[in-house]
């Protein structure tokens, strides 16, 4: 969609267009990763072979790390053009790095092992990845306002 629009405004699709396409497009898969995540014991009892399902609680997780990461280190991109431009990207970039720690982050039992934060406690997660899709598209726009006047 990020595509789409940009070609019917420009008719051409720079550099920057495709990065914010996938940015974009991470952030909205990691919102279903943590939504996945959060699913993974009922959707293995019900037998649905969702990707967190298959790839397991672990791996989902780094998952979900590497592509929240990934959106939020792509504005370092446009660092050689726009300089100042980051600033509209901070609060994206703090809420990807506190989702990252609270899906990690969990308790320690009665038995003494560290569990990872499960159910209810992903809601966070869920909900703060859906704002960091709202902070990066709202940076975008700022950004594209900026370079156009």
Same mark, same amino acid.
Request: glycine share 8%; with cysteine.
């Given at each position: 969609?990020?595509?789409?629009?940009?070609?019917?405004?420009?008719?051409?699709?720079?550099?920057?267009?495709?990065?914010?396409?996938?940015?974009? *497009?991470?952030?909205?898969?990691?919102? &279903?990763?943590?939504?996945?995540? @959060?699913?993974?014991?009922?959707?293995? &009892? #019900?037998?649905?072979?969702?990707?967190?399902?298959?790839?397991?609680?672990?791996? #989902?997780?780094?998952? !979900?790390?590497? /592509? $929240?990461? %990934?959106? /939020? $280190?792509?504005?370092? #991109?446009?660092?050689? %053009?726009?300089?100042?431009?980051?600033?509209?990207?901070?609060?994206?970039?703090? %809420?990807? $790095?506190?989702? /990252? !720690?609270?899906?990690? @982050?969990? +308790?320690? *039992?009665?038995?003494?092992? +560290?569990?990872?934060?499960?159910? @209810?406690?992903?809601?966070?997660?869920?909900?703060?990845?859906?704002?960091?899709?709202?902070?990066?598209?709202?940076?975008?726009?700022?950004?594209? $306002?900026?370079?156009?006047?």
């Amino acid at each position: 969609a990020t595509l789409g629009t940009t070609y019917t405004q420009m008719m051409s699709l720079p550099w920057e267009a495709w990065i914010a396409a996938c940015a974009t *497009g991470f952030v909205a898969c990691g919102v &279903l990763m943590a939504n996945n995540i @959060r699913d993974i014991p009922t959707d293995k &009892l #019900s037998g649905k072979k969702t990707l967190a399902v298959r790839l397991g609680d672990t791996k #989902s997780r780094l998952f !979900y790390d590497t /592509i $929240i990461i %990934l959106a /939020i $280190i792509s504005p370092l #991109s446009f660092l050689f %053009l726009y300089r100042w431009s980051l600033i509209f990207f901070l609060p994206a970039f703090s %809420l990807g $790095i506190f989702c /990252i !720690y609270t899906i990690h @982050r969990g +308790h320690v *039992g009665n038995d003494g092992k +560290h569990t990872k934060a499960q159910g @209810r406690e992903l809601i966070p997660v869920l909900r703060n990845t859906g704002f960091i899709e709202l902070a990066w598209s709202v940076a975008l726009l700022l950004c594209s $306002i900026t370079f156009t006047l």
